[in-house]
């Protein structure tokens, strides 16, 4: 059902700001640049009036982030605060450098919204399909509520595989989580294309409820699967009472252009899309290959 992790998307307060600070600082190129608007789009977001101008960055040729600027709904800034709150924390890419024994060396950088990515270092093979980026995007990290809870949507009803768990991450004060010394229960969970998303449940606190969801609220908005089949998965996930905004509609521009796509609403307040396309497909072929 899911192939993998097709992009995470993010609204921004000026995109001409974040299009350079992506580009030069974490070696992002521009896959795609186009306005948003019309019926389809809105039936997609479940966002009456929606219009944006949509920027797709790659670091790899299958791996993105969807960059939204918006001209209405108005865009609206973050909540700014220190509590831990269920939702994209951070994202995380890996670049090639000296892997020292014993130790990874992980740098910590804040897009001008304050969108945290953490970014390893890695002496490893490189990805053949990397765009020359300074970080090769990996995933996304989620924090939850409970772990357990979260594995019984993304593991049983996604059927995404769990690579890896544990108790001990991270050990000191982790800049991506607004400073606070975190102790937590993590999984690793990956889909047939490896890694794709990574959850954290805090220990130390209970993280607050997810915001309601305001696509244009900057910040990371949403993640998105790749996935085979989308009609058939929308009509058996519908018979579970997972609900979704709209039935899966044509995608009119963009990389994922002749595919279709879907917002579903998650047990936890959060969304998530669903997408399927000739470059879904390319990346099956590819991988079927190797």
Request: charged fraction near 25%; aromatic fraction near 8%; hydrophobic fraction near 35%.
């Amino acid at each position: 059902m899911i192939v993998g992790l097709s992009h995470v998307a993010l609204t921004v307060s000026d995109l001409e700001k974040s299009i350079p600070f992506y580009k030069k600082t974490l070696g992002f190129t521009v896959l795609s640049d186009a306005e948003r608007k019309g019926e389809w789009v809105e039936k997609i977001t479940g966002i009456p009036g929606f219009h944006t101008r949509t920027v797709y960055l790659a670091s790899t040729l299958y791996r993105h982030l969807e960059m939204f600027g918006f001209f209405y709904p108005p865009v609206i800034p973050s909540e700014r605060g220190t509590e831990l709150r269920v939702g994209i924390s951070h994202c995380v890419l890996r670049r090639e450098g000296e892997e020292k024994k014993g130790s990874m060396k992980v740098d910590t950088l804040q897009d001008p919204d304050g969108m945290t990515y953490k970014i390893i270092d890695s002496k490893g093979k490189k990805n053949k399909n990397s765009r020359e980026s300074t970080g090769e995007f990996l995933f996304p990290a989620l924090i939850v509520e409970e772990i357990e809870k979260s594995l019984v949507f993304y593991r049983d009803v996604l059927g995404l595989e769990v690579e890896k768990t544990s108790e001990d991450y991270p050990s000191s004060t982790d800049p991506a989580l607004n400073g606070i010394s975190l102790k937590g229960k993590w999984a690793l969970l990956k889909a047939q294309t490896g890694i794709c998303l990574q959850l954290i449940q805090p220990l130390h606190q209970r993280a607050l409820p997810a915001n309601s969801w305001q696509m244009q609220r900057t910040g990371f908005t949403h993640l998105a699967f790749g996935v085979k089949d989308l009609d058939n998965i929308y009509s058996k996930m519908g018979n579970k009472n997972i609900h979704f905004k709209a039935a899966p509609q044509s995608v009119r521009v963009g990389p994922h252009q002749g595919g279709k796509a879907a917002y579903l609403n998650l047990p936890d307040g959060l969304t998530l899309e669903f997408i399927e396309s000739p470059l879904i497909s390319e990346e099956l072929k590819t991988l079927a290959s190797q």
